[in-house]
């Protein structure tokens, strides 16, 4: 059974000080692992999908970074708007066609 | 369409009453996902559709739970006799595929049940 773990639950940054944000996962085979934002009373808004160990991807502020076991969502500089839930996914090849969510990391962003 | 549309965005009905929830995937989307979002949960995992076809409805909460696609294209849940605990966001998504393509979702529809 694939399994995602998010960490940590909830994150309080000042305005300009980077972190990151772990997901750790288990799946027999990696199809691929997608990082999403969702805002309060929103739907997920898709951010970045990764496919093998060692890519990486950017937009913006934002990094995704994979390994076999976890991915990094890296925030440099985070701003007030940045300030949302980031949610990790899996798709693995076991034979399920179901991604596996993981609950969200609830970021918050000073000014 | 530019992304995936549901409707309505809320509705509010009186317990025992059925509902019908709309999902409009992105045109060329052969698979099609329901989830059910409580407040301050995670996404709870529905049922999903590869065409017109529903191969796993294991996440469907009840009997009470329904949903159809038709066209490979629109697709409806339908909730009968309605009851407060099915007060959530239910949210919709489609993919390329099912085969680990990219999830897009839609803004979800607010249901409350009062």
């Known amino acids: 059974e694939d399994q995602v773990t998010q960490s940590p639950e909830a994150l309080r940054l000042q305005e300009g000080e980077s972190s990151s944000l772990n997901c750790s996962y288990t799946?027999?085979?990696?199809?691929?692992l997608f990082w999403y934002r969702q805002d309060p009373g929103k739907g997920p808004e898709f951010l970045f999908t990764l496919y093998s160990a060692g890519e990486e991807k950017e937009k913006e502020r934002l990094k995704a970074t994979l390994t076999k076991k976890e991915s990094f969502l890296h925030i440099t500089a985070p701003k007030p708007e940045d300030s949302a839930t980031y949610l990790c996914?899996?798709?693995?090849?076991?034979?399920?066609?179901?991604?596996?969510f993981g609950r969200g990391t609830s970021l918050i962003v000073h000014p | 369409g530019a992304g995936v549309s549901q409707s309505p965005s809320n509705k509010v009905t009186e317990k025992g009453k059925d509902v019908e929830l709309r999902c409009d995937p992105i045109s060329g989307h052969t698979a099609l996902y329901w989830y059910r979002q409580r407040l301050g949960q995670g996404l709870e995992f529905l049922i999903y559709?590869?065409?017109?076809?529903?191969?796993?409805k294991s996440g469907l909460p009840s009997d009470r739970f329904s949903a159809e696609r038709t066209g490979e294209s629109v697709s409806t849940l339908t909730i009968q006799r309605t009851q407060q605990e099915d007060s959530a966001v239910y949210l919709c998504?489609?993919?390329?595929?099912?085969?680990?393509?990219?999830?897009?979702f839609g803004p979800g529809t607010r249901l409350t049940v009062l």
């Open positions: 996914a899996v798709h693995g090849s076991g034979g399920s066609y179901i991604p596996t």
């Open positions: 559709f590869q065409g017109n076809s529903a191969p796993d």
């Open positions: 799946v027999s085979g990696l199809r691929g």
């Open positions: 998504a489609s993919s390329l595929t099912t085969g680990g393509d990219t999830q897009y």
